[in-house]
């Protein structure tokens, strides 16, 4: 059983094969235009259109390209999420009569099949504990895939066997108030602007909100935020705090993955001159409860920039964004994972001596102060198969 030390391993082995047998594609159709046009016109609408609303998802040619090349960029967003919040994956409830998992605006199934694939990996060849996926979407073209690929994965996987999957025909607003563990809202709450935004779940027990990483995005998934905060629920990713984004309107809370890691990837990106690695993306997780079950500290929101062999980042701990410097007289191995934690990992620093307001104020990591990565899952032990 293959031991997953880096996202893109929570691909199964035969994800290819999936994809192409359920979409009954050949590998000449990989390289042809029957994919790279309909990945053009994606582009060119999402970069210079009138944005997602602009989409027909139910052009079967558009959507195929759609399953293949965004489906498979998009999943790991979820699983960086899982490796930061371990609590998440663990939080799926298992005994509730409703289904446990509702995907809203479910597409192909992108997040449904990235968390099953997650929890199938950390649990190699256990039943996975989910009983039931909705899967919600107002095209019934995407739902067709949806369904297609959820028999060919039965057909695979052992682990899914129990798994009992529905596709509803719906808007996603008339699902909001079902009763689940787990809601997904996968680059759906986007082309939802002028629909009345935002609307609070009001029995799901946990939403996981993934959207594309821009600042105008941003603005949007703030009034989200505010709203889940106004109706008591906690923020488990990407910080615990109930107060005021500190964001103001020229910065934004984003992370991004690798969107190189499979060879069929990065042959579509080189066939459609996307060049750029980065894959920016804004992810939320709320819990009903109103305990916060993670506690981060400062969430790593930038790559280290050197400065004359000082370090320079953004931290947050969702009250107070700071651009933190460690002078290079100051390092030393109590503060070093100041310098390494990577983009996106929460980190805490006690800072020894100075008063804690000082690191918010002056943004100096000293050399006293105690850094710590708060860890991943990924460092954790994986069960034995
Ligand atoms: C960009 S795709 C995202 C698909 C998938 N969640 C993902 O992240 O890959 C947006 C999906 O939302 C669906 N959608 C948009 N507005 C909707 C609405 N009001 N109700 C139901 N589905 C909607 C579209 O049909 C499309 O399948």
Not at 160 to 184: K, N, P, S, T, Y
């Given at each position: 059983m293959k031991r997953c030390t880096n996202l893109s391993d929570f691909y199964p082995d035969d994800y290819v094969e999936w994809l192409m047998s359920s979409l009954r594609l050949t590998s000449t159709d990989l390289a042809s235009d029957r994919i790279v046009e309909p990945l053009h016109h994606l582009h060119r609408t999402w970069m210079h259109g009138s944005g997602g609303t602009s989409v027909n998802y139910d052009d079967s040619a558009l959507l195929c390209a759609y399953a293949v090349y965004y489906m498979t960029v998009q999943m790991p967003k979820l699983w960086f999420m899982f490796e930061r919040c371990p609590t998440l994956a663990d939080g799926v409830d298992t005994?509730?009569?409703?289904?446990?998992?509702?995907?809203?605006?479910?597409?192909?199934?992108?997040?449904?099949?990235?968390?099953?694939?997650?929890?199938?990996?950390?649990?190699?060849?256990?039943?996975?504990?989910?009983?039931?996926?909705?899967?919600?979407?107002?095209?019934?073209?995407?739902?067709?895939?949806?369904?297609?690929?959820?028999?060919?994965?039965?057909?695979?996987?052992?682990?899914?066997?129990?798994?009992?999957?529905?596709?509803?025909?719906?808007?996603?607003?008339?699902?909001?108030?079902?009763?689940?563990?787990?809601?997904?809202?996968?680059?759906?709450?986007?082309?939802?602007?002028?629909?009345?935004?935002?609307?609070?779940?009001?029995?799901?027990?946990?939403?996981?909100?993934?959207?594309?990483?821009?600042?105008?995005?941003?603005?949007?998934?703030?009034?989200?935020?505010?709203?889940?905060?106004?109706?008591?629920?906690?923020?488990?990713?990407?910080?615990?705090?109930?107060?005021?984004?500190?964001?103001?309107?020229?910065?934004?809370?984003?992370?991004?993955?690798?969107?190189?890691?499979?060879?069929?990837?990065?042959?579509?990106?080189?066939?459609?001159?996307?060049?750029?690695?980065?894959?920016?993306?804004?992810?939320?997780?709320?819990?009903?409860?109103?305990?916060?079950?993670?506690?981060?500290?400062?969430?790593?929101?930038?790559?280290?920039?050197?400065?004359?062999?000082?370090?320079v980042r953004y931290l947050c701990d969702g009250s107070h964004l700071v651009e933190a410097v460690l002078n290079r007289k100051d390092k030393n191995d109590t503060n070093r994972v100041f310098l390494t934690a990577e983009a996106g990992d929460a980190i805490t620093i006690d800072t020894a001596g100075a008063p804690a307001a000082d690191l918010v104020r002056t943004g100096r990591i000293r050399a006293g102060d105690r850094v710590r990565d708060v860890g991943k899952a990924l460092e954790l032990p994986h069960p034995k198969p």
């Open positions: 005994t509730s009569a409703a289904p446990d998992i509702i995907d809203l605006g479910c597409g192909p199934g992108t997040f449904t099949w990235a968390w099953l694939f997650y929890v199938m990996a950390r649990s190699p060849g256990a039943p996975v504990p989910i009983r039931r996926v909705r899967c919600v979407d107002r095209s019934p073209r995407c739902l067709a895939v949806a369904r297609q690929l959820s028999e060919e994965l039965k057909r695979r996987y052992l682990p899914l066997q129990h798994v009992v999957f529905e596709f509803v025909e719906a808007d996603w607003r008339d699902h909001i108030g079902a009763q689940c563990g787990v809601m997904i809202f996968g680059n759906v709450l986007v082309e939802a602007e002028e629909s009345g935004l935002p609307m609070v779940p009001s029995s799901a027990d946990n939403v996981v909100i993934i959207e594309p990483g821009t600042r105008p995005h941003f603005q949007i998934l703030r009034h989200v935020r505010d709203a889940f905060i106004g109706k008591k629920w906690s923020i488990t990713f990407p910080c615990t705090s109930a107060n005021a984004c500190p964001m103001q309107q020229d910065n934004w809370c984003h992370f991004h993955i690798n969107r190189f890691v499979l060879p069929l990837i990065q042959r579509l990106s080189n066939r459609t001159g996307r060049r750029n690695p980065r894959h920016n993306f804004i992810g939320f997780v709320f819990a009903r409860s109103s305990q916060p079950r993670d506690v981060p500290g400062w969430r790593v929101l930038s790559r280290l920039r050197r400065v004359k062999r000082s370090g």
